[in-house]
């Protein structure tokens, strides 16, 4: 049976959706304004793309899916923090997410601030009471969300976003910024799967997935800037030239639409030479790699 990624995306983002809900479900302030508002936020719609990365990179070593449910979950609740805050007026000023109003206008900024700062605290909670793993398997775990979205990682990459605007930048510059503030969640999400396997000490596994993940993490944000240009809203889910309308160094300003397709191209071989590395079926990671690239949303 040939291997369908559509329907694999579409499981594993009922899997992880469902999970989500449960859990936040199960908080005992339900139905306050800040647990409505972590719940819009996490379950407003979007790829799934970081656990899917989790559940495929984990299933192809032989992790099963109980064991990756917390990790999955808890990395998709510090990507949603990050895209609330992402979109308040201090920083992108974005009234749209997942063609849906942001979380600042479906409620307020007060309320949006506060439930991005919950979905973080609530992402360690989740790897913190994690029944499947061990005492040592959650502190790997911690550390690795831990470093990925702070200031060695995802909030860097905001950081040099923030201070870039209105700015000539270099490919370089442009680069550092995004393998942080996009690339470091892609790449903590392939070493979460990977972390849980029993080939967690094996760098010759280890080293052919992180040069992928990184592949993939830049060539997702190269082709978000080709869709900036190119798509649209009611497709994207976001407001097309938002990064433009902030005066925004991107790939296709650097580049060149053309340029910029042939960089993510170049990422896309990138990520299958370093998937023929491995001794696994890694179809999925594949697929996936295809995807990112293709994809028009």
């Not at 984990?58 to 449910?69: P, Y």
């Not at 600042?104 to 601030?113: K, L, N, R, V």
């Not at 270099?170 to 892609?186: C, D, Q, Y």
């Amino acid at each position: 049976m040939s291997y369908d990624l559509a329907y694999d995306l579409n499981t594993l983002q009922q899997r992880i959706n469902h999970f989500l809900s449960d859990k936040l479900n199960q908080h005992q302030e339900v139905g306050s304004p800040l647990i409505e508002a972590m719940s819009y936020a996490v379950l407003l719609g979007g790829k799934r793309v970081r656990p899917f990365l989790i559940y495929a990179t984990g299933r192809m070593l032989g992790v099963c899916l109980e064991k990756l449910d917390h990790s999955a979950a808890a990395m998709e609740s510090i990507h949603a923090y990050s895209l609330v805050h992402d979109d308040l007026p201090a920083m992108d000023d974005d009234k749209l997410r997942r063609g849906k109003p942001t979380c600042h206008i479906a409620f307020d900024e007060a309320t949006a601030i506060l439930a991005g700062d919950a979905l973080q605290s609530f992402a360690f909670e989740l790897l913190a009471t994690d029944p499947y793993l061990t005492d040592r398997e959650k502190i790997v775990q911690v550390g690795e969300l831990a470093i990925a979205s702070g200031a060695k990682g995802m909030c860097l990459g905001q950081s040099l976003d923030l201070i870039a605007e209105n700015k000539s930048i270099s490919l370089e510059e442009l680069e550092l910024v995004h393998r942080n503030k996009t690339g470091a969640l892609i790449l903590s999400s392939v070493m979460m799967g990977f972390n849980l396997s029993e080939h967690s000490q094996n760098l010759a596994i280890k080293q052919p997935l992180e040069s992928y993940a990184k592949a993939i993490g830049l060539a997702f944000q190269v082709q978000d800037d080709i869709l900036d240009v190119i798509g649209e809203t009611d497709k994207i889910g976001k407001t097309v030239g938002s990064d433009e309308n902030l005066n925004k160094s991107t790939y296709p300003k650097l580049l060149g639409l053309e340029g910029a397709k042939q960089k993510a191209e170049a990422l896309y071989q990138l990520a299958l030479a370093s998937l023929a590395k491995l001794p696994f079926d890694t179809t999925a990671l594949k697929e996936l790699a295809s995807f990112i690239v293709k994809r028009e949303s």
